[in-house]
Structures are given as C-alpha cells and as structure tokens.
Nanobody, 117 residues
Framework: QLQLAESGGGLVQPGGSLRLSCAAS????????MGWFRQAPGKQREAIGC?????????YEASSAEGRFTISRDNAKNMVYLQMDSLKPEDTALYFC?????????WGQGTQVTVSS
C-alpha cells in the first residue's frame, strides 16, 4: 500500500527554520519525482516545487518560497525533505508531499506549520 507521511511541522518564530520530512512507503521512491505543496486557511493549495527521482533537478513553482525553501531527497532512506528558512507568518499552512512532477497521483495527509511570535 502506497503511503506518504509528512512530519516535522510545528510552531516556529518568524525568521526561524524547519525541515519537513516525507516518508515514502509501498513503492520505489527512486523511480518517482516528488513534490511539496501547501495550503493556508481559506486559500487554494499552492505548489512549492518538485524534485526529480534522482534528486539532480528541482523546480520551484512558488515565487514566495524561492530562495528560502529547498527540496531534497534521500532515496536510500525513502525520504524527501523540505528545508524552510527565514520563515514568515504568511508561510503558515498545511504542508503536503505528493508523488509526481507537475502532476501528482498520491498525497500525504500533511503536517501543520505555524509561523508566529
């Protein structure tokens, strides 16, 4: 059974950092590109970016995240990561990982990130 499980969210002060993790199971992660999304209350889901199956290529779609967020992966550990630095209150959202590149077929349940002082 294919599963994606995000973790690492929490409450962080503005300017702080968090690293989110996405644990993949039930499929061969090394065969799949992966993406990260977020959805803030009352807003549409926003694509942050995606990473190729090898990890060599990344594509950031959210201009608000560019330069502050970094997607990486460790296929040996079946993990995908989202490093978030210089966090702002407007980064508060539920963050999801998903399988695919620009189009996605499986999603995790999300992990909540709250940026507040």
């Amino acid at each position: 059974q294919l599963q994606l499980a995000e973790s690492g969210g929490g409450l962080v002060q503005p300017g702080g950092s968090l690293r989110l993790s996405c644990a993949a199971s039930g499929f061969t992660l090394a065969d799949s590109a992966m993406g990260w999304f977020r959805q803030a209350p009352g807003k549409q889901r926003e694509a942050i970016g995606c990473i190729s199956n090898s990890g060599i290529t990344t594509d950031y779609e959210a201009s608000s995240a560019e330069g502050r967020f970094t997607i990486s992966r460790d296929n040996a550990k079946n993990m995908v990561y989202l490093q978030m630095d210089s966090l702002k209150p407007e980064d508060t959202a539920l963050y999801f990982c998903a399988r695919g590149w620009r189009t996605y077929d499986y999603w995790g349940q999300g992990t909540q990130v709250t940026v507040s002082s």
